[in-house]
Each structure stands twice: as C-alpha cells, then as structure tokens.
C-alpha cells in the first residue's frame, strides 16, 4: 500500500475504491456547466484533481466499460499516462464514438484510474538479438484459433 499526495480543487469527493480488489478508482468530471459531446468529437475534461506519484509509480488514465459499451464514450490517448513528475491538473481526454451526443455532468465518472510501478533502463545497443521460437513472426501469425 502506497500513500499518493493529493490535491482535491473540485467540489467532488475523492475518487474511491468500488470493492476492497478494484484495480483502479473511478475520477469525476469537475465541471461549471454540462458538457455535450457530439459524435466523433473529443474534449479535454477537468478533474479538480492534482497527484504527486511517488518515484517509480505512474498513473494510467483508462476508459469505463459501461460509459464505452452503453454510450461509445472512450478514453482516446488510452492508456494516458500520469507522469510522476507531473503537478497540473489530472485532465481526460474523451471521445464520443456513437452516433447520438452525451452529456457530461459535474461529478460524473468517467474514466478510471490505475496506479503501476514501471522501471527505468538503460539501452543496451547490439547489432543483433538472440533466437528465439516466435522469431520475426507476429501480427497473427500463429493463426486464428
Ligand atoms: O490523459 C492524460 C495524459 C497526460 N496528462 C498529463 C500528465 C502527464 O504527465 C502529462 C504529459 O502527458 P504525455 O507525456 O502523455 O503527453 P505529451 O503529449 O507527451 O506531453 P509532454 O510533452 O508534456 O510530455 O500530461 C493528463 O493529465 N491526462
Ligand atoms: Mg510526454
């Protein structure tokens, strides 16, 4: 268990754990006034929020199955990335992928996010790679089934 530096401007409570194993917590857009998105329109949403990531960490900004099956609303740069260097405001990008508009209300959630450790490396230049089974092979090339 980590503790995450937190700066809350919105008037929305912190994002929260759903259950004690969610992977993730749901962030609400902080917002004046609702917010209409068009078919195959994207906007930047604020979130009120503001982390400070411990080193090592980052955050991932990922889409909500409901919102992407009931509405086609997505998060477009998925998985956006928090550094943890980063002090501005959280921001989603979302987009609307159906062809109906959505309203986006104050306090809505609308993505999730998840916390990941990653590592640092450093390169190792080479002129070539050691064999392996799958090779150059990808892109389907085990086949269908
Ligand atoms: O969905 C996102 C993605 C990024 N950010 C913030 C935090 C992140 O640390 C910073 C930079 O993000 P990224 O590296 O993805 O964007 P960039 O286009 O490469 O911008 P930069 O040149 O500032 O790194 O923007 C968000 O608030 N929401
Ligand atoms: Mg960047």
Redesign the pocket.
Same mark, same amino acid.
């Given at each position: 268990m980590i503790e995450i530096k937190v700066v809350n401007k919105s008037n929305n409570p912190l994002p929260e754990f759903a259950t004690s194993l969610s992977a993730g917590v749901d962030l609400r857009a902080f917002i004046a006034e609702d917010i209409e998105l068009k078919p195959m329109e994207r906007i930047l949403v604020p979130t009120g929020l503001y982390i400070e990531l411990p080193e090592g960490f980052e955050a991932q /900004?990922r889409p909500r199955s409901g919102l992407a099956y009931k509405h086609g609303i997505s998060v477009l740069?998925s998985p =956006?990335? /928090?550094?943890a260097d980063?002090r =501005?405001e /959280?921001?989603?990008?979302l987009i609307n992928l159906s062809n109906v508009p959505f309203i986006i209300k104050n306090g809505e959630r609308i993505c999730q996010m998840v916390i990941n450790k990653f590592e640092n490396f450093n390169w190792s230049l080479s002129e070539s790679l050691s064999e392996s089974v799958r090779g150059e092979g990808g892109f389907g090339h085990t086949g269908k089934n």
């Open positions: /900004i740069n =956006g990335t /928090i550094d980063y =501005g /959280i921001k989603v990008i």
